[in-house]
């Protein structure tokens, strides 16, 4: 018999996601608070006097002797009168060294352009985010200075610097803010925040990004081009505003082929490519690359300039005792030869330890986990980041 009771009441899955979203939110605010106490936010690390003299590039003896002399900023001591200097110490060590005669700065000189890296990929997974916030940090611990782009509606390169969308960010706090087409745009400035990690600063991300996806069809269909620079030239032009501010941009990209993954392509002077070596994650690469180059080609033809001083391909979450991951890897190195990096990006669970606090490789000091498994993610850390820092210098006819 059929039963003609009362329906049972479902939530509307709207309703059921929307609850779900802000349990999570306010569930993540809290772990922030009790990781990050009493204001909530991140701090750096303090540096030993051995790493602080290694970041400078002089040895150990002679800061311990500059400082005994009292040149430059006096340490800070801990844990049984060990000499510690932050990083804001350091580059001031570095200022007063350069005015010795030798520049300690890596930065870029007059006549140098801005460095513009995009970091991409049209598959989530493949390490884009890890690799845009160790790049960036790593060149603020050499010296540079460093501007993070988020440009990811999903926010984690916001998250990983201590930025939680929902909580600490306002409407028109993004880039959008500074490329939307209305007379709401601000000028860059504006939206770009300081952050704990010095000589990097930070446009944090949040899904009002997407109204930027929204908006250009909408004006392109409308005929409006004479009246808006069109969306390729927007992040471009809007860099200019804060270029004299800044040695290097790195620009964390969604992980699709939009329209503002095409503008930071635009604005770009070197563009990562970050590859898990899989084959269904080549493949996928197969199909973002040919995807790029005919939306490219249609933009190049629009006007749009494309000159990047370097291409890159990255390996990422590398095993190298995994045969097939090898054996991709030796595939993509004969195909692309030097466009691959000669550093892969290894899987370690250092990173993953790390990012439980959502902290990076070089926030943690070695003695937060084993010292071999630090010791290992570092060093492979800093080869690939080294050699970016290379292809930086060599755009810049170093």
């Known amino acids: 018999m059929p039963d003609h009771g009362v329906a049972p009441e479902f939530e509307p899955v709207d309703e059921a996601i929307r609850a779900d979203a802000d349990a999570l939110s306010a569930e993540l605010f809290n772990l922030r608070a009790r990781l990050f106490p009493p204001s909530a936010a991140k701090p750096l690390r303090l540096f030993s ?46 200022g007063h060294l350069s005015r010795e005669g030798r520049d300690y700065f890596p930065r870029r000189r007059a006549g140098d352009q801005l460095q513009v890296i995009a970091v991409t990929n049209f598959k989530g997974g493949s390490g884009k985010t890890t690799t845009s916030a160790h ?12 501007l993070a782009i ?50 990097v600063d930070l446009i944090p991300a949040n899904l009002e990004l997407q109204e930027f996806e929204h908006d250009t069809p909408r004006i392109l269909a409308a005929g409006q081009r004479g009246k808006h620079s069109l969306f390729f030239n927007r992040l471009r032009e809007t860099l200019s505003e804060v270029e004299s501010n800044y040695d290097v941009v790195i620009v964390d990209c969604p992980p699709q082929l939009g329209f503002l993954t095409l503008g930071a392509l635009c604005a770009a002077t070197g563009v990562l490519v970050t590859v898990h070596p899989q084959m269904l994650d080549v493949a996928s690469m197969s199909q973002f690359l040919l995807m790029t180059a005919d939306l490219l080609s249609v933009v190049r033809k629009a006007g749009g ?54 902290q990076t490789l070089y926030e943690i000091s070695r003695q937060s986990m084993g010292r071999s498994t630090y010791s290992r993610a570092v060093e492979a850390l800093d080869a690939v980041n080294g050699e970016i820092e290379t292809l930086i210098s060599k755009g810049w006819g170093r």
Do not use: C, H, W
């Not at 003299?53 to 009168?81: E, H, K, M, T, W």
């Not at 790049?135 to 200075?145: E, I, K, P, S, T």
């Not at 030796?330 to 669970?349: C, D, H, I, Q, Y």
């Open 49 to 94: 006097s051995g790493e602080a003299a290694a970041l400078i590039g002089i040895s150990d003896a002679y800061l311990r002797q500059l400082s005994l002399a009292g040149f430059g900023p006096q340490a800070i001591s801990v844990n049984g009168g060990r000499r510690s200097y932050s990083l804001q110490q350091i580059n001031e060590y570095r």
């Open 135 to 146: 790049l960036a940090q790593y060149l603020a611990l050499r010296g540079f200075r460093v």
């Open 305 to 358: 300039e494309l000159r990047y001083d370097f291409l890159r391909y990255l390996i990422t979450r590398y095993e190298p005792q995994d045969g097939p991951q090898t054996q991709v890897v030796g595939f993509l190195r004969n195909l692309f030869a030097e466009r691959v990096l000669t550093n892969p990006m290894l899987k370690s669970t250092a990173v993953s330890d790390a990012g439980l606090t959502k």
């Open 150 to 199: 988020d440009l990811d509606p999903q926010s984690s390169l916001s998250t990983l610097f201590g930025f939680q969308s929902e909580t600490d960010l306002a409407e028109n706090e993004t880039l959008y803010a500074a490329i939307r087409y209305d007379e709401r745009r601000r000028p860059l400035q504006e939206v770009i925040r300081t952050t704990y990690f010095t000589g």
